[in-house]
């Protein structure tokens, strides 16, 4: 069983605000990741991390910026949010091996 | 570079069929390999792995066996029911250091009663 936790479930929000989506794991992984997905479809990887202090841009391109302080919590932040932001944003992490997903946070912006 | 493959969707199958869903890779060596299952409004949940050839995973039903011959992990399931309803992805984590695990594009799966 995964142990890895996404708050908010739901956000709607209205255009320019900020966002922070929460990410934490209680596995002891190193290894995080950001994606965005339309819900059902293809994975995007727009943010990972390797440790403590490390952060790498994915294969997507975002406007998104994260940040690694402890292992366990990897926050995304939105400074300014959009429509074209609208999706759902799902939170990774790995051991040696398998990846485990937390349940996502799906974010409307009207 | 490394790339799975899997068979488009949507599939639609009434209650008790089989089910198959194609997943062929493209990687060195002997990569692991997964597939995932995503319920609608929840992320990716682990349904089976194998890490070397000729492995056979599986869980709740579903099976795929790792085929080095044929680069495939084709996923299985002798009879499906209304709640496998779902999307499934296959995916793919390099042996050579590689840091990200390769996803495919999915393919949604419709059980009907």
């Known amino acids: 069983e995964a142990d890895i936790y996404q708050t908010p479930r739901y956000l709607v929000i209205g255009t320019g605000k900020k966002i922070t989506l929460e990410c934490s794991q209680t596995m002891g992984h190193d290894k995080m990741y950001w994606y965005q997905q339309d819900p059902g479809m293809e994975l995007h990887l727009i943010h990972y991390s390797y440790g403590v202090n490390s952060t790498e841009k994915g294969d997507l391109s975002s406007e998104s910026t994260v940040s690694r302080i402890r292992t366990e919590h990897f926050p995304l932040t939105l400074e300014s949010a959009r429509p074209s932001h609208t999706s759902q944003y799902l939170c990774a992490s790995r051991g040696s091996e398998t990846q485990y997903f937390g349940p996502g946070t799906r974010l409307l912006v009207l | 570079g490394d790339s799975v493959t899997q068979m488009e969707g949507p599939v639609t199958l009434s209650e008790e069929a089989f089910l198959t869903i194609n997943c062929t890779y493209t990687?060195?060596?002997?990569?692991?390999l997964f597939w995932y299952v995503q319920y609608p409004g929840e992320g990716l949940q682990l349904l089976l792995k194998a890490t070397k050839a000729d492995d056979k995973g599986s869980n709740k039903g579903f099976e795929a066996t790792y085929r080095k011959e044929t680069t495939s992990f084709h996923l299985e399931k002798g009879s499906v029911q209304v709640s496998d309803s779902a999307v499934y992805f296959c995916?793919?984590?390099?042996?050579?250091?590689?840091?990200?695990?390769?996803f495919g594009a999915g393919t949604r799966l419709f059980v009907k009663a």
């Open positions: 990687a060195t060596g002997y990569p692991s």
């Open positions: 995916a793919l984590r390099p042996n050579t250091g590689g840091f990200k695990t390769i």
